[in-house]
Structure formats: structure tokens, C-alpha cells
């Protein structure tokens, strides 16, 4: 393994313990034994380090979407290839990471955001499709896009996520499947 690579992994085995915020490179240094000039060698800051695991994150993320996505010309099965993906991927990011990228990392955070508002319109879209297939309702494109985008922004978050004990990707299941299937029973 690649120097640079090796001192990603031993960064994420840290991150996920401490925390970004608390992880430290004299720690990650003392506990891998990896010098600090060698990280440093690599890496010009703790913040290139966390923003390099959320880049490899974001672009695995996208990639798995992308695939699921691709994986049906049924629009039903393509929103559950989705789902499926994108839960999958949350259940890999502990709320605490994501929180500390809000709460610390801002600039960083900005990015998660427009990952999720472009991936939100891929779901529009393929509603959209399925719309004109006779898969699912008549609803305006803009409504729904906004509505989705705002349950997922006010709920699928840190803060929510952990103030309700909840993972990430129960928050977000529970968002689509309640966009998607609504909240009554047995429809008429």
C-alpha cells in the first residue's frame, strides 16, 4: 500500500472513533507510527486529509448511484435501485462525521449538500418518466422537486439524525418511502 494511501486508512480508522474534529495528527502519528513529517509530506493539513475521505466518499457515492440508476429502464425498480444505493452508503458514514463536517468544516459540508440536491433530481426526473409511463401520479415537477429537497435537508442532517437517535439511513428511507408512498394505509 501506497504511503499516502496508508495514512488515509489509518486517518479514517481514527475519524471514526474520534471524530474529525477531535482526531489529531500528533494521534495519528503516535498510534500508526507514521511520522508527522511523512504525513505532513503528503498531506498539507488535517483539513486536506478530511476533505480528501469526504472526496473519495462523494465520488464512490456518486458512482453507486450512478450504477443503480442505470441498473433498470423501470422507473420503480430504478427509485429502489436508488434507495438501495444511497442507504447503503449512509450506512457506512457514522451522523457524528457528518456532524462535525457541518458543524466545523462548513465549506466542506457545502458539498454534501449539492450531492444531494443533484441526486434529488435524478429522482425527479425518473418521477417525471414514470409519470409519462403511467407509473406514478400527475404532480408538478417543481413542487415535488422542492418538497423533496426540503424534507431531505431538514431531516436527513446531523442534528436531527442524532437528536432522534436515528442513522442516516433511516432518515433517508423514511423520507423517500414517505414521498413516494405517502402516509396513508390503505388508499381508496
Request: neutral net charge; glycine residues 4%; contains cysteine.
Amino acid at each position: 500500500m501506497k504511503t499516502r494511501n496508508r495514512i488515509l486508512f489509518a486517518f479514517k480508522e481514527l475519524v471514526e472513533e474520534k471524530g474529525f474534529y477531535n482526531a489529531t495528527v500528533d494521534e495519528l502519528a503516535g498510534r500508526y507510527g507514521i511520522s508527522k513529517r511523512t504525513i505532513y509530506r503528503h498531506f498539507s493539513s488535517k483539513e486536506e486529509m478530511i476533505e480528501t475521505v469526504l472526496q473519495e466518499f462523494i465520488r464512490e457515492t456518486e458512482r453507486q448511484v450512478d450504477l443503480a440508476l442505470a441498473s433498470s429502464e423501470d422507473p420503480a425498480e430504478k427509485i429502489t435501485h436508488f434507495i438501495k444505493a444511497l442507504s447503503a452508503r449512509l450506512r457506512m458514514f457514522n451522523p457524528r462525521l457528518f456532524s462535525d463536517i457541518q458543524r466545523y468544516y462548513p465549506h466542506l459540508w457545502e458539498e454534501v449538500e449539492k450531492l444531494r440536491a443533484n441526486k434529488i433530481q435524478h429522482i425527479i426526473k425518473i418521477i417525471m418518466e414514470g409519470r409519462c409511463q403511467g407509473y406514478f401520479k400527475e404532480i408538478n415537477p417543481v413542487v415535488a422537486t422542492a418538497a423533496l429537497l426540503a424534507m431531505v435537508q431538514a431531516i436527513v442532517t446531523p442534528n436531527f439524525v442524532l437528536e432522534h437517535n436515528l442513522t442516516a439511513e433511516e432518515a433517508f428511507t423514511t423520507v423517500i418511502n414517505t414521498f413516494l408512498y405517502g402516509i396513508v394505509a390503505n388508499q381508496p
